[in-house]
């Protein structure tokens, strides 16, 4: 169990971010329990589920659109004495990053990069999108319904109750926080089913599973009868394929419905308040609302 202390007032400075480090922190861990991993510092560094890796791994993202390189530049100048007194806490500490923090770190983010290049970033756009659908859906939920029903509902280890959040990891040793100046909450792909807390630092840190995951790798299922029936067939096959965000040229492909036809029925789904649209970057992305996820499992 770990306890941050996180008062009514440091609720209001609960934030969100996605992270490109958390991300192949998450999926590096993932292929370690899965017998799978990488060589290098990356590999020693990063431990099962139920072993310590270091906090310095993943300093707290400073914005929401992540950028790997910047993050890397933060984790490079991470103070050596702390490097060391993590590495310190590993079972099997590594040796060349404790005798020379300076070094290591910079052969570190490196192997990090490599990683990140064939590992995550062919994939990167979807994922992202989806877990920038995360940020907005729990951004508009903190908004309207208050940081209490947000931090009870992010995932059934996670409570907050009189001035503290408790985070329920059997195999943590990480300290408690008896002094929480806020607290950055971080959507993952690769984190579920459990969620992974950083106490150490300037601000805590926890990364917890996003929802929709498991749809990144799903075909999408047809609409139904009933669903085509109230909407059109065209504009049914759209919001059921709309399972993780997409652009109307990714909708185009998936549902075989040309990019005009595809933006005239998005047209109508955002009229009826059934999809949403944001920018990302230069993308320019659709999302379905809760109204729309009511009405597909209506519909099942």
Known sequence: MVSIALSAVSATRVRFAVSCLWEVLAGVRRNKDLG???????????????????????????????DLDRELAGLIETDPSAVRAQVSLMASPVR???DDP???????????????????K??????????????????????????DVVLNDLHPSVSWADGVLRVDQPHCLAPDVPAGSGLVLIPSVFVWPAVLTVSAGEI??????ARGVATLWERPAGPSDALSAVLGRGRARILTALSAPLSTTELAQRTGITAG???????????????TTHRQGRAVLNSRTSAADVLLAAAL
């Open 36 to 66: 799978l991993s990488p060589g290098g510092l990356l590999g020693r560094l990063v431990a099962p589920t139920g072993g310590y890796t270091p906090d310095f791994l993943t300093p707290a993202p400073a914005g929401l659109s992540p």
């Open 96 to 98: 060349a990053l404790h």
């Open 102 to 120: 300076v070094g290591g770190l910079a052969r570190l983010a490196d192997e990090i990069a490599e990683y990140w290049s064939t590992a995550v």
């Open 122 to 147: 062919p994939d990167w756009p979807r994922r992202r999108g989806l877990l920038d659908a995360e940020v907005q859906r729990q951004a508009r939920r903190l908004a309207s319904e208050g940081a």
């Open 204 to 209: 805590p840190q926890i990364a917890y599973p």
């Open 261 to 275: 036809g595809v933006s005239q029925h998005l047209s109508t789904l955002r009229a009826a308040g059934l999809v």
